[in-house]
Each structure stands twice: as C-alpha cells, then as structure tokens.
C-alpha cells in the first residue's frame, strides 16, 4: 500500500513517501479501514520534531506519550470504511462507513483519560490502509459530513469537548478562547457557541468573519494593543471562563481576566511550552487551572452523535494528496488559514 513514514524527529525531510508497504492484517478483534480522509493536527507536527519533551527534561525529543518508534506512519484523524475484519467482529462492519477513536484509553471506563494515540504511539491515517479496534471504529455511514469533514472531527472537536467539559463551561457563560482560526480553537467557539456560552475569541488579522461565523460574539485580534481593554468591554466583570490552546507568556495575562473561582483549561502550548506567571493571581482568586489532552470515551460518544447529526459543521481550509504531507506540514506551520488541512489518499 502507500503510505507516508515518519523515519526520525526533524524537519518535513523525515517524512517519506512509499508505495510498498505492507498493507496490514486485522487480527482477532480489528478491522482493517480504506481511509478516506485524514487530518493534521499538531500532534504531527510536534511528534516529527520531537518536541513534547520528557518530565525533568523539557528539550528533550520525544512524542507526547514518551520515545517514538521508528518508522511511524503519522495521522490520528481518520474516516473511511470498513475494508475487512479479524477473528469475532460481526461480518456486516465490512463496507461500513467509519470515524475512527484515534485514543487508547487506560482503562475501559467511560471518563479514562487517553494514554496513546494513532499516528503517534501506533501507525496512524496517513495511508491507503489503517488497522484498528473493532471499538475504536464507529459507524457513521448515514452521516451527511464529506470524508474530508469527518476527517475533521476526531482530535480537533474531540480536544474542543473536552476542555469545555473539564472546565465545566455552560450555557450563558462568558468564554475567552485562544487560537480561534485553528483547528481545535474553532471547534471550541462552535461547540461553547452550541452551549449556549458567550464567547470572546481571539485571532489574528483577516480572519474575524471566519470565527464569527462560527459562533463568536465578539472577536479580538492577539497582539492587539488593546486586547485587555477590548476583554473588559466583552466582560466587564470578568471571564467565567478560558480555554487556551496557545500557551506562551499570554496565559499569565490572561489569568487576571477571569472572576473568583473562574476556569483556565489549558490544551496547547505553541507559543512556549515553559513559562513564568504569578502564582499570587492563581490561589488569591481561587481559580482552576485545568490541564486538557484530547477526550475520553464518553465525550468521543458525543462526537459521533454530532457526525452522525452533521452539526457542528467543520471548516475544511485545504485538501492535499498522500505524497504531499510534507507540503501539508510546511502549510499546518504558517498558519494562515482558518480551519482544519485534510489528506486525501
């Protein structure tokens, strides 16, 4: 089959394209998935360059979970169909339209947290072919989304569920949210928008009328001179609520923001992984600062529920071909689109 391997950490040159890999075998209890589409997230990214780090050892190279193995075929996100099926999965799962769980949980209960991921600890999308769990699998053959829209869901609006559910966030809340042009910033403006919660998002220039369209009350540009003022006008007496998938100095600034016992969930850190802030305004105001990877199981059911509804809608920004990953990571690292990039066997 084709696939794109991950040879070693390093720039977009790691990333080679083959067409005699083998195509893999389901086992007792997997399916092997035709993919349709997949999605870039920044787990790729940060998994090529290593740059998640290790406890102690903050430069050091490593993927989110710890060492990687190499070769590794990235992608996490995936939607295709059903190919064929291992040893005691049901004969009708063949030729079923599927979206795939990319998270092995640490247990099998529905609130486990994520201890490994396709495309990161296990081959992944980026292929002709994926294996998986029969349970990682769900049907979504009614679903009126493209492969490319379903494609987009998994990681992005999976990490969007659930920083608002680890935070609590609730209707008529007011929300400031981070990094709102990308990913898994506008799958939070959509899905805190469909709670009910107001919300304040923050982008950079040229693309407002995207984010608005998604959801956002008012938006204001990052780095703007006057994006305190502009947060107070928005919530004059402070934020419920922030959810951040930047990270960098800003979380410092945007702690003051919130009310007593408000929320900061923090799910990215693309600005600066280490930082400094004032713990004072932390424990002073009796706020929570929540940590945020991915989802669970029971928030991954409410994702396939919202696939299979088709809202939220997701905002494919671009489309590239399995041998152009390379140029679809040079492209995820700019920035300047408003939505999620696909990849399209």
């Avoid at 360059?49 to 989110?64: H, R």
């Avoid at 486990?112 to 072919?129: H, K, M, Q």
Wanted: with cysteine; aromatic share 4%.
């Amino acid at each position: 089959m084709r696939a794109v391997l991950l040879t070693g950490h390093g720039g977009p040159e790691r990333l080679e394209h083959r067409d005699d890999v083998a195509t893999p075998e389901p086992g007792p209890g997997q399916l092997l998935v035709r993919v349709g589409a997949g999605a870039l997230n920044n787990t790729d990214i940060w998994t090529r360059e290593g740059a998640y780090g290790l406890p102690g050892a903050p430069e050091a190279l490593a993927g989110w979970r710890g060492p990687v193995s190499f070769p590794r075929i990235q992608g996490g996100d995936v939607a295709g169909v059903v190919e064929s099926a291992g040893a005691g999965v049901p004969g009708d799962r063949i030729g079923r339209r599927v979206l795939v769980d990319p998270a092995e949980y640490r247990d099998e209960g529905p609130h486990a947290p994520p201890v490994g991921l396709l495309g990161s600890e296990y081959d992944g999308g980026f292929a002709e072919y994926v294996l998986v769990a029969d349970r990682q699998a769900h049907d979504v053959t009614d679903s009126p989304l493209s492969d490319e829209e379903l494609a987009a869901l998994p990681i992005a609006y999976g990490t969007a569920m659930g920083m608002l559910e680890r935070a609590g966030v609730t209707g008529g809340e007011k929300v400031l949210v981070t990094g709102a042009s990308g990913g898994v910033g506008l799958a939070v403006v959509q899905l805190a928008a469909a709670r009910g919660a107001e919300v304040l998002a923050i982008t950079s220039g040229g693309k407002e009328e995207e984010v608005r369209a998604a959801g956002a009350c008012r938006v204001a540009l990052r780095g703007s001179a006057d994006l305190v003022e502009r947060i107070g006008d928005f919530a004059p007496e402070k934020a419920d609520a922030v959810a951040d998938v930047v990270g960098g100095p800003q979380l410092g600034r945007l702690l003051p923001l919130l009310r007593d016992d408000g929320r900061c969930v923090v799910a990215g850190a693309i600005a600066r992984a280490v930082i400094e802030f004032d713990l004072r305004r932390l424990y002073l105001h009796n706020l929570s600062l929540i940590g945020s990877s991915m989802h669970t199981r029971a928030h991954f059911a409410e994702l396939v529920a919202a696939a299979r509804s088709g809202r939220p809608r997701p905002r494919v920004a671009e489309s590239y071909s399995l041998d152009e990953v390379h140029l679809a990571q040079r492209r995820f690292r700019e920035g300047d689109y408003v939505g999620k990039i696909v990849v399209v066997p």
